[in-house]
């Protein structure tokens, strides 16, 4: 089985420290299997990871687990679980979240805690518009003591990286109805450096990402909708990630969809809603890049639960 390590000497880098630093803290158009913030293939059902805006728009307590194996035979490949809650305040119009996110890359380990805090107005009869903030830390940490390395005697692969805290905080907009939604979001504006990380004197940083989001509902009969959706992840001096999906709903109760991730991999996913509160998803991701040689896809896993502690019904599972 293929690990991390023997992945990185086949694109040629060759410190395995920096590289595997920069492949947690930064996007790279050389090293293509580098990713820095968590890539979900369900993001439609739960926004809340990257915008803090979303915060309350499904007018109830709102807890969604998600948990993804990336790049399955690679030893050392990301796996990420994510925690998160939010609901609308007594006054509707304010509400709060909270994100709990564990991420692995090889040794690397990466927790984010944040909190949400999102204001919502009237725009229409049947639309309205938040502003979010998102505030919190991420805590990184490495050892590397376990690596195969070609210099054994090199001092830096025995020195840990032991729970560095990264303060961060960020903002978005969420204009939604029954029918639509359209997002915009910078989840961490600093940039911060982490210690001991940098690749040929360039230091290894957090990278300021800009999220786009947007999807409909089409309402064909009583038996089925069609929803599409959109994600546009932009990274500087990196190009644009683009996903593309489109579900189908039938009687109200069961998703059925995939999607393209652009120059990477396409997606398939289920999802069935037990009760209208009660969600069950699960996606696959099929790698089209280079990548794809030496993996056997992604797997990932969706719980979804709403408690109606406003007293407002589920007529119908929420479609956003």
Known sequence: ???????????KVLN????????????????????????????????????????????ALSVSLIGKNQWVNINGAPTTATLSL??????EAVSVGLSVIQDEIGPTQTTGIYGDLAY???????SSLAFG????????????????VRDENDRQYFTPIQNEVMPNFGFGLYLNSDK????????????????????????????????????RTFEINSVFDIVPSALVKLVENTRPT??????????????????YRINDSFVGNLVYHFT????VGYAYDYNTSELGEFNAGSHEIMLGYDLDFLGKGFKSPRRF
Not at 27 to 33: M, P, R, T, Y
Not at 141 to 148: H, I, K, N, P, V
Not at 242 to 259: A, H, L, P, S
Request: glycine residues 10%; positive net charge; aromatic residues 14%.
């Open 1 to 11: 089985m293929l690990n991390i390590y023997e992945l990185f000497m086949k694109y």
């Open 16 to 59: 395995l420290k920096n590289a595997l630093v920069s492949c947690a803290l930064m996007f790279s158009s050389v090293v293509v299997i580098g990713q820095q913030d968590a890539q979900f293939s369900m993001y439609m059902f739960n926004p809340l990871t990257v915008n803090p805006a979303y915060a309350g728009s499904r007018d």
């Open 86 to 91: 939010h609901t609308p305040l007594r006054n």
């Open 120 to 126: 919502r107005i009237k725009v229409s009869k049947n």
């Open 133 to 148: 903030l998102k505030g919190g830390v991420d805590i990184f940490s490495a050892d590397f003591g376990d690596l195969r």
């Open 180 to 215: 639509y939604y359209i997002g915009l979001t910078v989840p961490k504006i600093v940039q911060n450096e982490l210690e001991g990380g940098s690749v040929n004197g360039a230091q290894a940083y957090q990278a300021r990402h800009l999220f786009l989001t947007a999807g």
């Open 242 to 259: 683009i996903d593309m999906n489109v579900n189908f709903m039938f009687y109200d109760k069961i998703w059925i969809g995939g999607g």
């Open 276 to 279: 209208p509160q009660f969600r």
